[in-house]
């Protein structure tokens, strides 16, 4: 069965610390992976990520992907209070475009 | 429109009551997707759509949910006789079909069932 696996699912860290979040795959057919983050309401869309070792980049946040060992990592530097969310990875189907989620990585930034 | 728009933001439902759900894609975007988020938890798809055929189902319980998706209409996503259990918000994303793209969310549906 197809799935994705988060780690950690919760994690603290002080303002100013860097944090690595995971994204671990099993799919039969992939066609693209995806990071979101959830503040209050609606999944907003950071990154979507389809070749293997191409780093994309949006201010703090950073993400690759690793198609041979199945996994992603979503990097944010110089974390702030503002980056608390919820994280989450998905993965879209390539037979059938099915985007499945994985539980997410609850993040809290302390000040 | 620019953005996925769904209404109502917040609905309550006596149990065994009906609620409906709409969603209006992104304009040029013919994929969406129902996904029922319950207490912050994962995300459980429910069904998919593409433009106004049902592209995968596996996920919507069948005895009480139904959706569509009409030309020049709203999605919409009704549930009957609701139970205590659906109370969830219900989010709809929609995509491009063609190439790798992301799905965008609507701000989704507060449903509670009282």
């Known amino acids: 069965e197809d799935k994705v696996v988060q780690s950690p699912l919760s994690l603290v860290v002080h303002e100013g610390d860097t944090v690595t979040l995971n994204c671990s795959y099993e799919v039969t057919n992939f066609r693209s992976l995806l990071w979101y983050k959830q503040e209050k309401k609606a999944p907003t869309f950071l990154f979507m990520l389809t070749s293997s070792g191409i780093e994309k980049k949006s201010g703090r946040l950073s993400s690759i992907l690793d198609k041979k060992e199945l996994f992603s990592i979503l990097n944010i530097t110089a974390t702030q209070t503002g980056d608390s969310a919820v994280y989450l990875c998905a993965l879209r189907r390539n037979r059938d475009d099915k985007i499945i989620f994985g539980k997410g990585t609850r993040l809290h930034i302390l000040p | 429109g620019e953005e996925v728009a769904q209404t109502p933001k917040h609905l309550v439902r006596g149990e065994g009551q009906k609620a409906k759900l709409y969603c209006a894609p992104i304009k040029g975007h013919s994929y969406v997707f129902w996904y029922q988020q319950v207490l912050k938890n994962e995300f459980k798809f429910l069904i998919s759509?593409?433009?106004?055929?049902?592209?995968?189902e596996t996920g919507m319980p069948k005895e009480r949910f139904s959706a569509k998706c009409l030309p020049n209409s709203p999605c919409s996503l009704e549930i009957q006789a609701t139970k205590l259990e659906d109370s969830a918000v219900y989010f709809c994303?929609?995509?491009?079909?063609?190439?790798?793209?992301?799905?965008?969310f609507g701000q989704g549906t507060r449903l509670t069932v009282v």
């Open positions: 759509f593409q433009n106004e055929n049902v592209f995968d």
């Open positions: 994303a929609s995509s491009q079909s063609a190439g790798d793209t992301e799905a965008f």
